[in-house]
């Protein structure tokens, strides 16, 4: 059997199909070609993450596919119960880059409270002639160290965002509409393990209370952050979005910038990707990666390996 990996699946995945018996194929195929690529080449399973759209087309007209795997957490490329409707498996990985993600958070984090990327474009520029000004500059930056992170989104990458704001000292406040609360357990290097049990307070309450906000919801119809969450918030408070393009208005976020609301904001995902609106691109006070949240060589490797077991589980 043939599987098309058609946005790429890490070697160590290759290397578990292949060993099983399948056939796997790389060549990123374009979107209007697919369908017909599936068929000439009767593939069975097909691979994506977040660039290659699996709609109600290739589900209807490729009649020799049994799987459509997403390697990573949100399918909304994918029409997920159309496919399962017309007798199709549908698979992802939702746990494999679940760190990934909270690291990545936590790196844009630190980089705005201590202005590093602004002192990383600036001093190419201006360290050799400016250096006294921009250490002025960017002498005022705080530490996440006592400081309270709230967490919009509770399930595992929210829970791995909360572990790595524990370990770095912050207090944690959650909000997620369908959990309680949550157990997280802290592994440490000398084999320690320290459990911390999270009860989940009101969305207000958490955008009253946290100095940091990250932001772990799927795709929705509307806005988790608008303008009226925005004014629910500390003076001063920052803002990250490793989730999804549309969870947070975009122009009330510049607009609370502006205003010195927010002090700061991370996004790794847009409304408007791959092309993000330019006011984003170009403000100072945003800290942006172009949707890389899973992007590690270890998560890589495991959304692969998650993978190829589940196609084995799946048609042996």
Do not use: W
Request: net charge negative.
């Amino acid at each position: 059997m043939k599987v098309l990996a058609n946005d790429g699946v890490s070697q160590s995945g290759i290397n578990a199909l292949e060993a099983a018996g399948y056939e796997v194929l790389t060549t990123t195929v374009a979107q209007e070609q697919l369908q017909n690529y599936i068929n000439e080449n009767d593939i069975s399973v097909l691979l994506v993450r977040s660039a290659t759209k699996v709609r109600k087309d290739i589900i209807d007209n490729c009649p020799n596919l049994k799987i459509i795997g997403r390697g990573g957490v949100g399918m909304d490329n994918i029409d997920v119960d159309y496919a399962r409707e017309k007798g199709l498996h549908v698979i992802n990985t939702p746990a494999a880059s679940s760190h990934s993600v909270a690291e990545l958070v936590f790196g844009h984090f630190y980089g705005l409270a201590r202005f590093l990327h602004n002192s990383n474009r600036d001093m190419p520029l201006e360290g050799d002639t400016n250096f006294k000004a921009l250490k002025k500059a960017y002498a005022k930056g705080i530490e996440l160290k006592g400081k309270t992170l709230g967490v919009i989104g509770f399930g595992r990458i929210g829970q791995a965002t909360a572990k790595i704001g524990i370990g770095a000292g912050m207090k944690v406040v959650a909000f997620d509409p369908f959990m309680e609360k949550a157990n997280l357990e802290l592994d440490f290097f000398d084999g320690q393990r320290l459990n911390f049990e999270i009860e989940t307070i009101s969305k207000e309450d958490v955008l009253k209370q946290a100095d940091f906000i990250s932001l772990h919801v799927p795709a929705q119809k509307e806005y988790v952050i608008d303008e009226a969450e925005l004014n629910m918030m500390k003076d001063g408070v920052f803002i990250a979005n490793a989730a999804r393009g549309g969870v947070v208005n975009e122009f009330a976020l510049v607009k609370a910038i502006e205003s010195r609301k927010v002090a700061g904001a991370a996004l790794d995902v847009f409304e408007k990707e791959p092309q993000p609106e330019i006011q984003l691109l170009m403000n100072a006070s945003l800290s942006l990666t172009p949707h890389t949240g899973a992007a590690t060589n270890e998560a890589q490797d495991r959304i692969g390996v998650e993978l190829a077991d589940q196609i084995i589980n799946i048609l042996g």
